[in-house]
């Protein structure tokens, strides 16, 4: 079974009890979460980590981690800090994490964000309550939807109860976003409206990880070349400012024996 979220946009009303489910799950700050919200781009913040965005008219939609199938933020991770796990989550072990960002800069959805007001920060995102499906029970957000439009299974199962309610009820449009961009997600959505404004990024049907391979395996050599670079630098600033000196040396003896 691959753990996955299938979110229909037609029967969410905004009433954001996933949320603040989330929130009370992972022990986050509801007043800092609130101010998050009024004042982020998409609301999404390390306090923050689902909020509901409108879409259009009349129109929400739950925005958190995609957990993708073949994620690039852990294509992206130079340590392991973050890990697709083998029941599908994509979570984040904060004891390795060195703070260099490369996972937010290769999400393409823009999900991950960072502790920016914190002594010592992490990055901070959905895990989709990984130890709560360790214990054999639902997401929290999933629980908390009063209108069951996020329903909970195996991913291949919730794709097929996606394309039973495109094919019988012809106000939904034909697609199932998640199914196959960027090498497919574990959150899944039905809608009748575009969700552009949840920020999808244009459509790919390679998973991005294909792009972030090839620059993460050049990096030890990257990292090299600008080592060497940066010590035969130093060498040269040394030697010059040692014959700056010998010359001054040389002048000023040239002088006194005058």
Request: proline content about 5%.
């Amino acid at each position: 079974m691959t753990p996955a979220i299938l979110i229909d946009v037609t029967r969410c009303t905004g009433c954001e009890r996933c949320v603040a489910a989330c929130i009370k799950r992972n022990e986050l700050d509801p007043l800092r979460a609130e101010t998050d919200r009024a004042t982020g781009v998409d609301g999404l913040s390390a306090n923050r980590w689902s909020t509901i965005v409108q879409v259009d008219r009349g129109r929400f939609a739950r925005k958190s981690c995609m957990h993708c199938e073949e994620p690039s933020c852990v294509s992206a991770c130079l340590v392991g800090g973050l890990t697709k796990t083998d029941a599908g989550p994509v979570v984040y072990d904060d004891s390795k994490c060195i703070g260099c960002r490369y996972c937010m800069l290769a999400c393409p959805f823009h999900i991950p964000r960072y502790e920016w007001d914190e002594t010592i920060p992490y990055v901070r995102k959905c895990d989709m309550c990984f130890e709560r499906l360790q214990d054999g029970q639902k997401p929290a957000c999933v629980e908390a939807c009063p209108n069951e439009a996020l329903l909970f299974g195996d991913r291949n199962d919730l794709l097929g109860v996606a394309r039973d309610r495109i094919n019988r009820d012809p106000q939904y449009k034909n697609h199932v976003w998640g199914e196959t961009e960027f090498g497919g997600t574990s959150v899944l959505y039905v809608s009748d409206v575009d969700l552009a404004g949840l920020g999808w990024p244009e459509h790919l049907d390679n998973p991005i990880s294909a792009l972030t391979d090839p620059l993460i395996h050049m990096t030890p050599v990257i990292g090299m070349t600008v080592a060497f670079g940066s010590l035969g630098l130093s060498w040269i600033i040394r030697r010059r400012m040692t014959r700056a000196s010998e010359a001054d040396g040389e002048d000023g003896e040239h002088d006194a024996k005058s």
